[in-house]
């Protein structure tokens, strides 16, 4: 028999395991407590907030909210409609 057709699947078994083992550690993250939040210095580069961060980023940066318009304006209807595909490589898409 050849050694190849056995060593194949094993090879196969251990690699998943391995893989299964490299998997974030969820606790050091902060997973069960809910993900912690940076600051507006430390937001992008701490890994270690990153997740919360990118999760809260209205917290952590300003931004404005807008409100409402007590009497909103209808948008107008299009002349004509507007083709929905793409060309690629010179293949039309869609």
Same mark, same amino acid.
Do not use: C
């Given at each position: 028999? /050849?050694?190849?057709?056995? %060593? #194949?699947?094993? $090879? $196969? %078994?251990?690699?998943? !395991?391995?893989?299964?083992? &490299? &998997?974030?550690?969820?606790? %050091?993250?902060?997973?069960? &407590?809910? +993900?912690?939040?940076?600051?507006? =210095?430390?937001?992008? +580069?701490?890994?270690?907030?990153?997740?919360?961060?990118?999760?809260? #980023?209205?917290?952590?940066?300003? @931004? /404005?909210?807008?409100?409402?318009? !007590?009497?909103? #304006?209808?948008?107008? @209807?299009?002349?004509?409609?507007?083709? &929905?595909?793409?060309? =690629?490589?010179?293949?039309?898409?869609?």
């Amino acid at each position: 028999m /050849n050694p190849r057709r056995i %060593l #194949l699947p094993f $090879a $196969a %078994l251990v690699t998943m !395991a391995f893989s299964a083992v &490299a &998997a974030p550690d969820e606790q %050091l993250l902060g997973k069960k &407590a809910g +993900y912690p939040i940076g600051t507006p =210095s430390n937001w992008f +580069y701490d890994e270690g907030v990153r997740v919360g961060s990118f999760s809260n #980023l209205d917290k952590i940066s300003p @931004h /404005n909210t807008l409100k409402r318009a !007590a009497s909103p #304006l209808p948008l107008p @209807h299009a002349a004509k409609a507007v083709p &929905a595909g793409f060309e =690629s490589a010179g293949f039309p898409k869609g």
